[in-house]
Nanobody, 126 residues
């Protein structure tokens, strides 16, 4: 059982930056693909970014391409989401997830992830 804990959320003005972290409880996390999803108030959860276990395959939602960067440090069992040029529409609860995923297509499918964190709030003001 892999436990995931997100951190780094907060409130920022439009155009600002935040870096989210997702720390896993077990070393086996390094064998899992990982992804970030978000859910805005009153909306469905949506895919943001995903990475394979090695970081060799990375996939982004069109809405965040060029602004967000996902990375991972398997020695620290941690995945990051660097968010730049934030917009008010990026406001949401951000969730980290892990699963046995190997393709960019699979990364975007929330049902394929086995483990989820509790989420961290990101609020971007205009």
């Amino acid at each position: 059982q892999v436990q995931l804990v997100e951190s780094g959320g907060g409130q920022v003005q439009a155009g600002g930056s935040l870096r989210l972290s997702c720390a896993a409880s077990e070393g086996t996390f390094s064998t899992y693909g990982a992804g970030w999803f978000r859910q805005a108030l009153g909306k469905e959860r949506e895919f943001v970014a995903g990475t394979s276990w090695s970081g060799g395959t990375i996939h982004y939602a069109d809405s965040v391409k060029g602004r967000f960067t996902i990375s991972r440090d398997n020695a620290k069992n941690t995945v990051y989401l660097q968010m730049n040029s934030l917009k008010p529409e990026d406001t949401a609860v951000y969730f980290c997830a892990a699963g046995k995923l190997y393709t960019a297509q699979a990364m975007g499918l929330s049902d394929l992830y086995d483990y989820w964190g509790q989420g961290t709030q990101v609020t971007v003001s205009s």
